[in-house]
């Protein structure tokens, strides 16, 4: 029984409902899909009275007696370009005959319990989720579209894709295939995006009011990036953290991706999200089909926590992969920031001793097991014998034996032109020879080709056959500056080079199922969607300094849940900014937690407070990976925030001070989420406050130091009243 989409024959209308959002769009009189509604839950009524009609100059009109039809002024769910509509388009195509655009009309519908799959890329899972396939016809048969919508009721998402069919005889191309547009009423609304570099990824969240004319961010450099992300929101102007109205977008992709917001003539505003047609001109055979990627979209009118509350649930069940929902995350030793490549046999079960001490479970070995320095054996995956005489196999068994895990770092996608293999195989290089850029001492296998996919799959295996392992680290440290490739076309390059890298995430996943797999680029540097439909948890950022990487985290929750942001404790913070170790427990233990520090070398004080940590840490773990995410404090001198269980019985409280201010001495903080009518014990003072009074009240956080770095955590346990 279908409950979500409905299609109302009578008004040509499909109404898509989730429990508190609706989308509506009818088909019109030139056939054409023309959106009506995205908002706040309202009834599956005739809703064409809302129509913009053509009463303005200069715009192009459908005649013979629809003169008041203009593609260039309805709401499109497909904006074609070369075919009336003057505002951003989310498709361009050239077809068989070399004819620009193709002007399309509805043809018929599905409607299915579940989805389909989307062949090559990552999607979202389906799980209780209802789908529309509208199918859409050229004048000349040639081309074929159909629109793809996904409805998730629970967590109030739609999903959108498209697929492109060449029906004809001769090749087409695609110069511009968005994933999602939405045309929305009137321009009152603010952009909210995230922008930072390689330490300070998401970091600076900036919002400012759309303005006539596009706006928005993009990445060209083969990855998401660290500068921009593909997540962005429109607000209202007062929308704020915990009211207001506010649409959130992001992609399932990887690659190059492009977002925009248009304020266009007539005052409207346009979003689109796809991939970026930099350098795009995709070839779709004669016979053949092209799949976007898949945007998502969440309307909220709880403010912007109410957005990424949507969007945390939404990735935890519909987007990681299902064997790692909600399930323990090993607190992991990492040997780079404490050892960086200074690793062998010897100083790894020292490591080991002291990780164990500290309650780590599993130890990753990360770069320096085949090399000493970064300019070597990239792309030959061969393990240093005379740093680990004994193989990763033996090392893996000695740890196992002190009960700890293993785990490798592995940079899959990349090669040192000092390697066996670039003097055997230059022709996989994205671009070799003597006037290529380097950066951080490294070029960049083309993953478009499926024989270096192949190869890459056979040396992970090789290198993890016969080793116990329960975790990878699968990082990539560098942008692709000069695209080029010696298989396939120029245009269609950086597709499928992000497929590539899908293609063997997805064969090591199949091939070692229960292995845990983080992802990483350079920090941060590829934190999206994509990603995390193979890999639960991404490191966040090289940046563990936690006065900037409460920013950082804070800005990665506005899209993505607290149990993907991977962060740990470290002794080199990356900055010289240490803060206390307390101050760095209670940030890490935002997210997936962990430490990074020569173990080896720590005293027996330090181990016990690092113990303590790791005890403190397992108390709140099932918050950090199923809980509501509160941000209660953002303001340059406090962050605060709350992660509260779903049945409002437990809640865990964070606050950091992040500066001195002779005015701020004492600190009082509104804890919200938590149910208002109960009651709550706090760990912090052993007495009992009311959700209401918490949430209205608030607490004072005292004694704060005359330097910056206090940092407190208490625990909120529902108390049950006699
Ligand atoms: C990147 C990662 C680090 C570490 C190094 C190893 O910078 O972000 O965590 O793995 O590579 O070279």
């Given at each position: ?5 409905r ?30 509604y ?6 599956s ?6 129509r ?5 100059s ?16 309805f ?46 890329l990552?999607?979202?899972r ?52 968005a ?70 977008f992001?992609?399932?992709?990887s ?31 004669a ?158 296998l ?67 199922p ?12 590829r ?37 993907a ?11 010289g ?9 209670v ?10 520090l ?27 990976l ?72 608030g ?24």
């Open positions: 029984m279908m409950n979500c989409i299609y109302c024959e009578e008004t040509a209308t499909f109404y898509l409902n989730t429990a508190h959002t609706s989308y509506a769009f009818c088909i019109n009189e030139l056939g054409a899909p023309e959106h009506l995205y908002g706040a839950r309202i009834p009524d005739d809703l064409r009275h809302i913009n009609k053509h009463v303005y200069f715009v192009p009109y459908a005649g013979r007696g629809l003169e008041c039809v203009s593609p260039d002024v709401f499109q769910e497909l904006p074609v370009a070369n075919c009336g509509d003057f505002r951003s388009i989310a498709l361009s195509l050239v077809d068989g005959n070399g004819k620009y655009g193709a002007r399309m009309r509805y043809a018929s519908h599905i409607l299915r319990e579940g989805r389909l799959s989307l062949p090559d990552p999607y979202s389906g799980i209780g989720a209802e789908s529309l396939e509208v199918t859409l016809k050229g004048e000349t048969k040639e081309i074929e579209i159909k629109l793809h919508y996904v409805v998730y009721p629970a967590c109030d998402v739609i999903a959108r894709y498209t697929e492109i069919i060449n029906c004809g005889k001769k090749e087409i191309h695609l110069q511009k295939a994933s999602l547009s939405l045309d929305l009423y009137g321009h009152e609304w603010e952009l909210i995006e995230t922008y930072g570099t390689y330490q300070y990824e998401r970091a600076a969240v900036q919002r400012t009011p759309l303005k006539y004319g596009t706006s928005g961010s993009f990445s060209h450099k083969g990855a998401s990036g660290h500068q921009g992300n593909p997540f962005m929101a429109v607000c209202r102007p007062e929308a704020c953290e915990d009211t207001g109205e506010v649409y959130g992001n992609l399932i992709y690659g190059n991706y492009e977002n925009s917001a248009e304020v266009d003539a007539l005052g409207n505003t346009r979003i689109i999200t796809g991939i970026s047609d930099y350098q795009f001109d995709f070839a779709i055979p016979g053949e089909r092209f799949f976007t990627p898949e945007a998502v979209m969440v309307y909220s009118d709880c403010g912007i926590g109410g957005m990424s509350r949507a969007f945390h649930d939404f990735v935890r069940r519909q987007i990681i992969p299902p064997s790692f929902v909600n399930r323990h995350r090993p607190v992991v030793l990492n040997t780079w920031e404490g050892c960086y490549f200074d690793v062998n046999e010897q100083k790894i079960l020292a490591l080991a001793d002291g990780a164990i001490a500290a309650g780590a479970e599993l130890l990753v070995l990360d770069d320096g097991w085949f090399r000493t320095d970064d300019n070597e054996n990239l792309g030959d995956w061969q393990t240093d014998f005379k740093r680990f005489p004994h193989g990763l196999g033996w090392l893996s068994d000695r740890l196992h034996e002190k009960g700890l895990g293993f785990g490798l770092w592995f940079e899959p996608e990349m090669i040192n032109s000092k390697s066996r293999l670039y003097g055997e195989r230059p022709e996989w290089v994205v671009c070799s020879g003597d006037g290529c850029y380097l950066s951080r001492n490294q070029l960049v083309d993953m478009g080709n499926p024989v270096v996919v192949d190869y890459l799959f056979e040396r992970i295996c090789a290198c993890l056959s016969g080793v116990k392992i329960e975790y990878l680290k699968w990082d990539m440290n560098r942008y692709i500056s000069e695209a080029g490739t010696s298989c396939g076309t120029q245009g269609s390059f950086f597709h499928r080079y992000i497929k590539g890298v899908y293609r063997l995430l997805r064969r090591v996943s199949e091939k070692f229960a292995l845990l797999i983080e992802t990483c680029a350079g920090g941060g540097g934190f999206d969607l994509g990603m995390l439909y193979y890999s639960p948890q991404i490191w966040t950022s090289d940046n563990t300094d936690p006065y900037t990487r409460n920013a950082i985290q804070l800005g990665t929750s506005l899209a993505y849940p607290n149990s942001i991977s962060s740990h404790v470290t002794h080199n913070v990356g900055t900014l240490n803060g206390s170790m307390r101050f760095r427990y940030t890490a233990s935002f997210g997936v937690y962990g430490y990074e020569d173990a080896g070398i720590l005293s027996e004080e330090e181990r016990d407070m690092l113990l303590g940590f790791t005890r403190e840490q397992k108390e709140i773990e099932p918050l950090v199923d809980g509501d995410l509160y941000r209660l404090l953002d303001n340059g001198k406090f962050a605060a925030w709350a992660l509260v269980s779903k049945d409002r019985s437990r809640a865990v409280f964070s606050f950091v001070q992040l500066r001195y201010n002779a005015m701020d001495k004492t600190c009082v903080v509104r804890i919200k989420g938590l149910d208002e009518a109960a009651l709550y014990r706090s760990s912090g003072d052993g007495k009992l406050y009311r959700g209401g009074v918490l949430a209205h009240l607490i004072r956080i005292e004694d704060l130091p005359g330097n910056t770095g206090k940092a407190v955590q208490i625990l909120f346990e529902r108390v049950e009243e006699e």
